[in-house]
Structures are given as C-alpha cells and as structure tokens.
C-alpha cells in the first residue's frame, strides 16, 4: 500500500487527487482485474524484487509513505500472466476482484488520445509538463449491481447522464459526490461481473481506457485496482516472415494494413527474475524502472524505456511503416515472443498480434586449408592481411574465407575485420572477391524528437548487400580529443546501420573499450553504419552487489527508434505497475511512451 499527499496532479476530470492512496496492483490475490479478449501472455517471472526509495518528505509539495509489503519480493505466480486488448466490435466484459473491499465504485474513462499524442511528439515526460486534467476524457462508464450509467463532467465537477441500463447510478451533483455515493458502489470482494448484469451490451469504439476499482474515504481517493483497457481498430494479428531464423539473420514482420507506427518486441521465451525501483521523488510516467534478470547475467541491456534485460535476451524496434526489418544479431539462440502493435494515426492501438520465433545457432564452416606444395622453412602467419580503403579476400568456391583481412578507411578511424572461416557473399549469393569501406560527409537525417546524435564518423561498406556468416566487425578506432568532446563518461555510444526500405537508423551490437577508445560494431551484412551518442542511462539494480571493474564494456542497444516517438506498449509492459502515484488512467496511458 503507498499513500500520496501532493498537489502536483491536482484534479483528473473532476476528481482531486491531492490525497491519494493505491493497493498493490502487481499482486492479485490483492486486487485482480480480467477483460475477456485477445490475451496478451506476458514475460515469465520466477520472482519479482521491488524497492521503493525517496519516501517522507520528498518534494516541498509532496508527503509518501509506504507499507511493509512495498519493499516485499513476490513470486512469480503471485503477478498478472497475461493482460489484455479488445478487438473493434466485440462487447466489454471484465470481472473485478478486491478482497475485503466492501465498497467500491467501478468506473470505465477514455483517455484523450489527442492530448497524449502531442506528449508524445513533444518528448514531454516531466510531472509540470503533464496536465493531467487532459489525460482522460470527460465522459466515462459507471458500473453498479444491475446497472451501467454513462456520465459526462463538466468544468465545475457537476454530471450528466446522457445514457443508461437498467437501475441508473445516483446523481449526487458533483463527480466526487457521486463516486462517494453509497447507491453507486458495488461489493468488490465476492467479484463483479459485467456480463453477470444481463445488461445491454457496450462496445467501446477503438481507443484506450482505465478500468478503476475507487473508493472515496473523506478527502483521499483510493485505487483499489487498475487495468488499462485497449480496443483496437483491426483484429489483424500480423505475420512474420518466418517461424525459425539462423542466428545473426533477419526476418520481417508486419500487418497488411496500413499503419502510422510498428513496434516490434523481441523477448527470449524464459523464465526471469524481475526487479524494479519505484523513485516516490519523481512521481511521472519515469518513476519505475525495471530489470529482468536471465541465468544471472545482470540486465544491462536497454529493451524499451525504462525496461532493461540480461544481454542477448531482447530487442525492440519501431518503424514509421506497417512492416519492419529485424536482425537477429546480438540474440542468443533459442525461442523467442514477437510482440507486435501497430498505431494509427489517431494515436490509438491499430493492430496487435503475439507470435513465437526460434532462432537457431550459426553454423560456422570449417575453413578450408590451401593445397600443400611442399618446401620448408618460414611457417605460416595468422595475422590478417592489411589494406587500405579497399581489400582482396581469398576464397574458396563457397565463399568462405582462406586468409584474415583488415580493411582501414582512408580517415584512420573505420576499419573492417574479416577473419579466416568467414562465408563472405554477395547480395546475389555468389562468393565476394573484395571489400572496401568509404567515410561519407553526409549521413540520413536523424529522425525529429529522437534521443541519439551523430557522432561525426559514417561509412559506406561496399558491395551493398554482402552478407558475412558469422558475422564480422567494424571498429571506430577514435582519436583521443574527439574521444572527451564526445563526453563518453555521460554519453553511451551505439553504431546503427541505415535502413533505406524503412527511412530509419537500426541499432547493431556494440562493445565498447575506454581504455582503447574504440567501439566495435558486430554487423551481417553491408549498408551505411555511423557511430551515434544519446544519453547515458544506467538499469537500475536495487540490490547493490559487488562488481568487478573491465575495461571493456559490452553494451546492447535496441534497434529501430526510439520509444519516446510512441507507441501503445502499456499492455506488454501492465504487470510491472508495481504501485500506482498518479489517477489510474493517467499512469497506464503515460507507461506507453
């Protein structure tokens, strides 16, 4: 349980929050909430570790306290498994249970999708950014024991009833009085149904909503549960190109329909350990962080947000098209989820769909070794071959490679490392006898609003379409003055190819070394790679363990745009609401960002 006092957010359609309280939404047997539509199966978790920090006196405007089980560890199987969509036309239908909680309103509120959508495109995040007034609409449902009442509020506070179902609610004049109304709360504690009410039916039209279980206790609301309902423009689920894919190849996803945004989430089908910060301080849509944490490996890669996983375990990649290109580089073999969301230009959900993907390990092929002519004397050299700007590569008919070759751009900076065993090929599948690597002056623009800033170094890797099997790398060997204008110790480097299809930079695997001043890229295939800073962002572990300090850090960054462009990802990342500290529906809608 966690108790708000702040007049930061102030009113949400009528409805001072200056007083809050919230149960514990990650737990069900405290407050469970199911929809009944497209099931949306979420990350396995074989534990969850939650801190709560910066409680008390935390801003001069706002008081936090929490309860003992704030800072408890839940097991897996005391969380949501699944969340949940609707798809457009079918009838809404939820089922609400708070045990103990005698006496409770219900209530279903739209958000206001126009709002949010320039919040979105703003970057704006920030708690005074936020009018929280203007994340829900002014009408909503009201749910009570053998009826439904449609209400609008207007500026004072004061209801309207514009429509009905059986037994209408009471109207007590203000939104606060009639949500405090003894007439319009239910009994939460054997469960509500909706469809149990024999009511006409409700098919919202496509948009986002919160579902709320309130309770009015004298000045301070409380949020007894919370579940943000998606309706969806299209049924569509989507497709992928294909079921399996080698390690380091590629695959498409996309709707048939047409689309603002895709976004893609790649999650390894495994169980993890769940961790995650709530920062009281903050109160915004920032507040939670979270880790998902595989075999041990500590999650240090950033997945979506403010959502990390262990390294080799995840991606996401977003497209301003309705299919996208993903590279499987930097994933680890094994079965995967793809989840898939398409926006639409009017800001809501499109489409969803959940499909499996099994990446299976890369092969790589022995080398084969030269013809034996005899002689003695002077040995062999492992070492690579060294060119500059353009190199040849010795190959057998398979296109795989007999010698090592460094190829260095003319700038000193780039260089390519192709090492012997290599399946070096050209886009029409036929051996490659020669690689080059060109600065360029001119790179894509980067998109308006994302995080990420050119760092000054672009290469063109030529024949355009060569693929490498496993893959090779391409360094960015940096000279020392650059390297501190770059302000490494607060910048984070990532290397990104050019997708020309998509019209967007796609994020590769990188490995980074200080001490060197180099930053590696592990790349598939070539294409126009540059060298990219945005701000540093360090996962949360809240837990200090003791580490070992490398000079070399390994550092994944996720492919395709950024999250903060928008995309209505609240459903995948529902079961970390860990605790709510805004209106339920101001929370849910802002987690998508």
Same mark, same amino acid.
């Given at each position: ?220 609301? *409380? ?190 900076? *780039? ?179």
């Amino acid at each position: 349980m966690i108790w708000v006092n702040s007049t930061k957010v102030g009113e949400v359609s009528g409805i001072d929050t200056t007083y809050t309280a919230m149960k514990d939404f990650s737990r069900t047997a405290v407050s469970s909430i199911t929809l009944y539509g497209c099931t949306v199966t979420l990350p396995t978790l074989d534990t969850l570790a939650r801190t709560v920090t910066n409680v008390g006196q935390v801003t001069p405007d706002t008081y936090v306290t929490v309860d003992q089980n704030a800072n408890r560890t839940l097991a897996g199987s005391e969380t949501y498994r699944n969340v949940w969509v609707l798809d457009p036309g079918v009838n809404l239908d939820f089922l609400v249970q708070v045990p103990h909680a005698h006496s409770a309103t219900l209530i279903l509120a739209e958000a206001n999708e126009s709002y949010i959508d320039e919040l979105i495109r703003g970057g704006q995040g920030d708690m005074h950014a936020i009018n929280y007034t203007e994340l829900i609409k002014r009408t909503a449902y009201i749910f009570i024991d053998g009826g439904w009442t449609k209400v609008t509020v207007a500026d004072d506070g004061t209801i309207s009833m514009p429509d009905h179902d059986g037994t209408p609610i009471t109207n007590a004049g203000s939104i606060s009085a009639t949500l405090r109304h003894p007439a319009n709360q239910v009994d939460l504690h054997a469960g509500y149904r909706l469809s149990a009410q024999n009511l006409r039916a409700i098919t919202p039209d496509p948009g986002d909503y919160a579902l709320a279980a309130i309770a009015m206790d004298g000045d301070r609301i *409380g949020l007894l549960g919370a579940m943000p309902v998606m309706v969806m423009e299209s049924g569509e689920l989507g497709s992928i190109s294909t079921s399996s894919v080698v390690q380091n190849g590629t695959f498409t996803a996309q709707f048939t329909s047409a689309c603002e945004r895709l976004g893609v989430v790649l999650l390894r089908d495994v169980a993890y350990s769940g961790t995650t910060l709530m920062d009281a301080s903050t109160l915004g849509a920032t507040s939670l962080k979270l880790n998902l944490t595989y075999n041990g490996i500590p999650a240090t890669q950033k997945l979506i947000g403010n959502v990390y996983v262990s390294p080799s375990s995840g991606k996401y990649v977003v497209s301003n098209t309705n299919q996208a290109t993903i590279s499987t580089t930097g994933l680890e073999p094994g079965t995967y989820r793809v989840y898939m969301v398409g926006q639409s230009a009017q800001g809501t959900m499109q489409a969803y769909g959940q499909h499996m993907l099994t990446i299976t390990p890369t092969v790589t092929p022995a080398p084969t070794a030269p013809p034996y002519h005899g002689g003695g004397g002077g040995g062999g050299s492992s070492a690579p071959t060294t060119y500059t700007t353009t190199g040849t590569l010795k190959v057998n008919n398979a296109g795989t490679v007999l010698k090592s070759v460094r190829v260095n751009a003319d700038d000193g900076v *780039g260089s390519l490392l192709i090492p012997i065993g290599t399946k070096a090929l050209d886009a029409d599948g036929k051996p490659i006898s020669s690689i080059s690597i060109e600065p360029l002056t001119e790179v894509p623009a980067v998109p308006t609003g994302s995080v990420f800033q050119f760092a000054g170094y672009a290469y063109e890797a030529s024949p355009a379409g060569a693929t490498f099997s496993p893959a090779i790398t391409l360094t960015f060997t940096i000279p020392d003055d650059v390297w501190e204008t770059l302000d490494p110790a607060s910048e984070q480097f990532t290397v990104k190819w050019y997708n020309a299809e998509a019209g967007l930079w796609e994020d590769v695997a990188v490995t980074v070394n200080p001490g060197a001043r180099t930053v590696t890229a592990t790349v598939t295939h070539f294409s126009v790679y540059a060298l990219f800073t945005e701000p540093g962002s360090t996962p949360v572990t809240p837990t200090e363990t003791p580490t070992t300090t490398t000079t070399t850090t390994t550092t994944t960054t996720t492919p395709g745009g950024q999250p903060s462009e928008g995309l209505p990802m609240t459903m995948i990342l529902a079961i970390f609401a860990v605790v709510v500290i805004i209106a339920a529906a101001g929370y849910f809608l802002m987690m998508r960002k």
